[in-house]
Each structure stands twice: as structure tokens, then as C-alpha cells.
DNA sequence: CAAATAGTGTCTTTAAGACAGTATAAC
DNA sequence: GTTATACTGTCTTAAAGACACTATTTG
């Protein structure tokens, strides 16, 4: 006899095969006031990798969230982040990335602006730091006030991998996405030096600042996508510059 | 009492919380004779969405094998294509995608030369068929030998949303990936209009010829990705063009 | 004025596009 | 020669980079 979709889904027993569990795993990016790339490292309290430095992330809720939504759900629990910008990265699912069992993860990255983040970067958060990615040679390095420094390959997991494939991806899409507006302390008022150091810290290089304007006027201001607002900035004893703000407007 | 790793994984339970199912899906694309892009669709012989066109695919084998390797091994058991070149697109997490329970989906891009694929242009292979993909005004339409015609959104599943996301991905990677060479019938025997057609379909444009060739040899010529082979290609009563082959050098 | 940062102008190189043209095979 | 496809040259525009330059503020 032919069963109907609704008798088959009635039927249906999930159980039937061995499941993998499934994590998401979130690189947060900041720039740091001195320009530096930084990336958010929680150290274990619990096995596996005890003590190490390893990304934020958690378990995915079966049937309840999607990894997306899990993903958000654990950096706040984890930081107390909200509203994260949050884009998806890539799934890393070998079957011997976690000792425990077959975990699947599904990576993400996270661009926050360091003032909402000025907890970690200090000594006294015992558990959860922000550290300077240093890629030398193809190698990642973290490095918290010169004070903790370690190699990529000696966080938990393949964290390393997940961390290397962040920055590449970070660095291809800042020419075509919005990314590096998500860095800014505010995206309603900041002078395009601020804008510059954020480019600067993503690409790891020197921009000159004539033709980076010029980009940013091609790119940004004659899309629409943001704006001088005719204010200027504060007075430090030289020019105060002028600040932009963004408009909401689709840009590129 | 402190425990250590090795005694916390022996007693660790995997069996605790509710996983999700993970699936491998394949968004295989070719560009058939005719110059069009198009990709392989199965028919569904059973429950959810049976007797509906959707992507091959398939379950993880939880703990035995990566995402990675069940697509490859999905797309061997459903189509016999073996040594697929595979990318990881995207993973979709929604817990109502799959009516039967909450199952990740994480999809992979496939590129096969048309030649490896012929059986599913004929009409006679029922339950997997090439269907030229066409997007208009962001939306996605289906059509295999103008008989069977259907939109993207009566597809199974979330596979419109896949296969859009797909499409996209593979327009953006063109610039900058090899993955138009992965389309030619013969890597190493080519001719640039050959190539030309395929960054054709793929982009949905026409291309100028010159401005192609002086990008081609600029992009791939120059750093060595492919070369002349000094042979021609088949006479048809007019001038025979020159033969290129891929050298697996780096290229771009 | 000097100091310090903000901001511009110009020249060159390179890539991309439009478009007209020449070359070589079979017949 | 014609026909059909293969292939090139040139002009224009736009983007990217190097680098010298001017502008505006405080003190």
C-alpha cells in the first residue's frame, strides 16, 4: 500500500542512524587601538583541551535553532555580545577534530567594534581575552599585551585552521562587502583615518592615504552608502577632521 | 577529584542531548553543448517530497567519514561520478527545511566536463536528468529538452535556495578560481572558444573576443596555469583553432 | 611662526571594454 | 575567389598605485 507524506513523516524514527553533534564556532575580529587585527579566545574550564585557549562556540539545539541562531546564542552567553554581525564561514567536520565524538562545526565570524569588547582586553578577564593575530609565513600567532603568546597549532581543536580561514576570507571580501564598517567604534561619526586603520589592520599593509580616499569617495561616498555629515572631530591642537557617518543606503 | 582528559573522554556520554541530521547535498553543475549552464537533478523515489526534483544527496555516516567525503561518496552512489571536483558552499540549518526532523544541510559545488554527464540528457534516465538553470529577476526556473519545465521553488526541500546560492558563488569564484577549467570536456585539449563559452554560461553574458583573449593570456598564459600546445583542433572547412592544455601550474 | 594631522593633484601603470580589422583554413 | 571561424590592434575609460603637494587647526 502507497503511503501519503503525512502517514511516512507519522512513521518516521529518527533514531535509526548514529548522528554527528553539531557546534557553532565564532572567530570575533576587532581592531585594536593600536590598529592590530585581534581575535576573542576563551580559555577551557572543562575537557577537552583543559586550560587552552580555543574559540567561543557551543552545541547546537536540535530541532530548536538553526546553527545561525546558535551561533548567536553562544557568543552572548559566552561574552554577553548582542546583535553580533555575524556571517557564516565554513563547516569543518573531520571525524577526529574532537576527541569526544564526531563534531561538526560550523564556523563563523563576528566583527565587533573593540569598545564593546574593552572586557577582554583586560588582565583581570581570567577566562576570555582578545588576542593580536599575527600570520607569519602562513603560521598564525597570538599575542595578548606581549604578556601570553602562543602558536595557532597550540589552541584546542583545529581552531588554528578555523582562525587561518577567517582572515583569508576576511581579507577577500573587504573589497565587495561592508565588513570593515562593522569595525568602527561608531558607524554614525567616524573620520576616514579610522576608516583607513581598519583597512590597514584587515589587509595588514599600508595604505596611502590619497588613493585609499580616493577608493572610499569611488566606493562609498558616490554610492551613497555613506556620507560627510559636515561636522568634524575633536581638536587634538591640529585639523580636526571631517566625519562621515553611514546611510543605510546598499553601496558598491 | 581532578580528572584528566583521558578519563573524561572514557566516561564521556555523546548520547546526552538531541543531535541534528547532518546531509551532504550536490549542486553539480555542467555547460552542455548548447552553451548553457545547467545542473543535475534526481527525481525523489521516496518520502519527503517524493516524486519531486531535487539534488543528490545524502547522510553522514556519523564518526566515519567527513562532510567532505560524503559528498563525494553521495555523489558516486547516485550518479557513478567518481573524482568530482567538490567545494564546500554552504551550509543551511533551518530546523523546518527537512519535514522529518531537524537535518543540517551542508552543500557542496560540483564542476563536470557535459561528456562525463551524457546520460542524464537523455530522456530515458527517469530519475536523474541535466535541467539548464535559469535565472530571471532573481528567481530560479528549471527547464530539461523544453519538455519538463518548472520554477526553482518546486524543487524539494530548500534546494531553490541552494542552487541560487550556488549560481551566485560560482559567478563570483570565476574571477579568481580555476573552476571554469574543471568544465572544458579536455584539460588538456582546448581551444580558448571553448573556454570562452563556458566563462559564457557561466556569467550569462556574451563575451568579446579580443578583450577574452587578452584577459585569458594575461591571467593564465602569462603565469603559466595553461599553455599552447602547437597543435590545432578539427578542421570543419574553415580555419582550425590553436590547442591550449592546463600545465597545473598555479595560475592568476 | 612651527607642529601635526587633514586632505588634494598629478603622473603612470594596468585592466577592461568597444569596435574595426586581418589571417587562415576548406571549398 | 567565398565562407566561416580564428585571431589581432587600437582607442577609450576606469581603477590602482607612487609621490609630491596644499590646507587647517592649536599653541
Redesign the interface.
Known sequence: ME?T?AE??AS?D?GK??????TADIVLFTVGPHGHLMVLLIRRG?????DRWALPGG??????????QAAARELAEETGIQNAYLK?L??F???GRD????V?S?AYTALIPYSRLKFAARDDAADAKLFRAIVNDGLLYLNHNDRIMFRGIDLGFDHNDIILTAIKRLQGRISYEPDAFELLEDKGRFTLYELQQIFEAIQDTELDTSNFRKMVRRNYVETGFIAETGERGKRNGYRPAALFCCTGQKGN
Not at 46 to 50: R, T, V
Not at 99 to 102: A, Q, V, Y
Open positions: 503511503q507524506e511516512f513523516l518516521y529518527p542512524y548514529p548522528r554527528p553533534s553539531v572543562g575537557h577537552p583541551f583543559k552545541f547546537v539545539s536540535a530541532g530548536k535553532e538553526s546553527v545561525d557564516q565554513y563547516t567536520s573531520d571525524p576527541p569526544r565524538t564526531h561538526i560550523v
